[in-house]
T-cell receptor
């Protein structure tokens, strides 16, 4: 079992819809969680980070963290075709080590 | 704003050769991370450095070594290259907040290594 699990997708949503991406982690000691967006052949780009239980909103993006359930999610409102990418969930497991999930491929259809 | 710089961007080597990848972190960032990402795979953590000392180690083969220098740049040295080492190698940097564990990593553009 991977330490960070994501549904590989692909997840397909129509333009303007809400895209919901989910992630679970196994290490209860994980403190900080990150969502990165990665276009094919490009480097991961930070979208959101969250370390407190609850919701964190930034523009069209909302990250949700539930440490009791070891669950992190990312909601993308008003999805745009340019949001089509692979979204990587990552957990900082303590020290200077970050574990990535396999990523969820998102397609936003125009 | 300055970003993480990696060089070279592309590298072609033959089996059993050596390669050196370089990473220049964002100014004032004190932590560097190295990741390996194979085709269609998620980034795999290799190794990290904080203030020029190795801070954590992941799935880095014994054939690989890395260090962080006094100017905070880092080099990943890869010897006895194998076909399976062909991948994108990302460097990321961050600044450790005083009293906190929160670190936002900013990724470089990556070095694409092809081993023939």
């Amino acid at each position: 079992q991977k330490e960070v699990e994501q549904n590989s997708g692909p997840l397909s949503v129509p333009e303007g819809a809400i895209a919901s991406l989910n992630c679970t982690y196994s290490d209860r000691g994980s403190q900080s969680f990150f969502w990165y967006r990665q276009y094919s052949g490009k480097s991961p780009e930070l979208i959101m980070f969250i370390y407190s239980n609850g919701d964190k909103e930034d523009g069209r993006f909302t990250a949700q963290l539930n440490k009791a359930s070891q669950y992190v999610s990312l909601l993308i409102r008003d999805s745009q075709p340019s949001d089509s990418a692979t979204y990587l969930c990552a957990a900082e497991t303590g020290g200077f080590k970050t574990i990535f999930g396999a990523g969820t491929r998102l397609f936003v259809k125009a | 704003a300055a970003g993480v710089i990696q060089s070279p961007r592309h590298l072609i080597k033959e089996k059993r050769e050596t390669a050196t990848l370089k990473c220049y972190p964002i100014p004032r960032h004190d932590t560097v991370y190295w990741y390996q990402q194979g085709p269609g795979q998620d980034p795999q953590f290799l190794i990290s450095f904080y203030e020029k000392m190795q801070s954590d180690k992941g799935s880095i083969p014994d054939r690989f070594s890395a260090q962080q220098f006094s100017d905070y740049h880092s080099e990943l040295n890869m010897s006895s290259l194998e076909l399976g080492d062909s991948a994108l190698y990302f460097c990321a940097s961050s600044h450790l907040l005083i009293g906190g564990s929160e670190e936002t990593q900013y990724f470089g553009p990556g070095t694409r290594l092809l081993v023939l």
